[in-house]
């Protein structure tokens, strides 16, 4: 069933994305809500050995959100003061905004002319002396040019943060992003894949990491709840280095382990979806549509167009006339450099080709329950425009 559309615009009967809450998702949080403990609790640890099985790496931390996931992870990793942390220019700014929480410098590099990907040329441009790490981005659901990346990262001793907020159930090489790098971060965002409302998960393979991680979750104390209520007096712990309060709770966690048992199904419906759009929109002139990928490299987070100059619409009037029409769009994103924050850490001419592809983008809906009535109307207002 389609829900009303939030924001009250009359004008919407589609929109860009519906979360998909089932009737287990919800008895397995009202289950938990008659727990005594609701936070640091039973569904935490379950929900995260599912993950670290999941993706195959040996450890998963559950945290608030992916933010709070990338942030620790610099943390964790040793960023500090005046290290310089390498990141796309096309990314969500929770990548710049956890690399200035550590009062760090993120270094903005352009993306590559024909994809969404870093560039390798420009990754190595841009490395200096300051450099500690890089952040790559696994955007919209497909594993990004990960391996050259690493490659780069090991011949120049830098670490690697995956930033896998679009990414659960996308593979590199058959090992699922995030277990590539030193770490890998996931959000639980009500429009991703799967959802916890808010959420987010670090995996990483190294105990050092994930022992620092959990300790800097909660406040860096040195024992956990468990540990601290288990034996002796449970107030007496140390801090060694301030900390933050970026737990994930019990009823979150519960969620998340419904939504986990069906990651495989709600990806192959994406898919499904993904692939009709395809098969009705690949042979107009001036839309470039995202390569039907069809391994599990691709999780298929977004639908995301490219309109180009062949087309008979810009990419805001394709936007405007889709809305007229009842259909929400989107764009993922502004660039880094175009936010005044950031606009002192990169220069315009050093990023032309994520300006280029900024103003083509557009992000068509994708869910796992869209109808096809929802992507007809989407497909039949685009080839509107086609003579």
């Not at 450890?59 to 500090?80: D, W, Y």
């Not at 590539?180 to 916890?196: L, Q, R, V």
Request: aromatic share 10%; with cysteine.
């Amino acid at each position: 069933m389609m829900k009303k559309d939030y924001f009250k615009d009359s004008k919407i009967k589609y929109p860009a994305y519906q979360p998909w809450i089932t009737d287990s998702d919800k008895k397995i949080v009202e289950k938990v809500m008659g727990q005594n403990m609701l936070t640091l609790g039973p569904q935490l640890e379950k929900f995260e050995k599912a993950f670290s099985k999941y993706t195959g790496s040996k450890h998963a931390i559950a945290v608030s959100n992916c933010t709070a996931a990338l942030h620790l992870s610099l943390k964790a990793i040793g960023v500090k003061e005046n290290d310089e942390v390498i990141i796309p220019d096309l990314t969500f700014v929770a990548d710049a905004n956890a690399i200035l929480a550590c009062n760090a410098k993120p270094t903005i590099v352009d993306i590559n002319k024909d994809n969404f990907f870093l560039s390798i040329t420009n990754l190595k441009k841009n490395i200096t002396k300051k450099t500690k790490a890089i952040i790559p981005v696994h955007i919209y659901g497909q594993a990004c040019n990960i391996q050259e990346i690493f490659d780069v990262a090991k011949d120049n001793s830098l670490k690697v943060i995956e930033d896998c907020a679009h990414a659960v159930g996308t593979f590199s090489n058959s090992k699922h992003v995030g277990a590539i790098g030193d770490t890998g971060c996931f959000s639980f965002y009500p429009t991703k894949n799967m959802t916890t409302a808010e959420g987010g998960m670090v995996i990483t393979n190294s105990k050092k990491i994930a022992d620092k991680i959990r300790q800097l979750r909660s406040h860096g104390m040195s024992k956990s709840l468990k540990d601290r209520y288990s034996k002796g007096y449970p107030w007496i712990f140390d801090i060694t280095e301030p900390g933050y309060n970026y737990r994930l709770d019990e009823i979150r966690s519960a969620l998340g382990i419904s939504q986990l048992k069906r990651i495989k199904k709600i990806n192959e419906l994406r898919r499904k979806a993904a692939s009709y759009y395809y098969s009705k929109l690949k042979e107009i002139p001036g839309i470039i549509l995202p390569d039907m990928v069809n391994d599990n490299t691709h999780s298929y987070h977004l639908y995301t167009i490219r309109i180009t100059n062949k087309f008979r619409l810009s990419r805001n009037q394709l936007f405007n006339k889709l809305k007229d029409n009842g259909v929400r769009t989107t764009v993922y994103w502004m660039p880094i450099h175009e936010y005044t924050a950031y606009q002192k850490f990169s220069k315009a001419s050093n990023v032309k080709n994520t300006t280029k592809m900024y103003n083509e983008i557009l992000a068509l809906p994708l869910f796992p329950t869209i109808s096809k009535k929802h992507q007809d109307r989407v497909i039949n207002v685009i080839k509107s425009f086609q003579k």
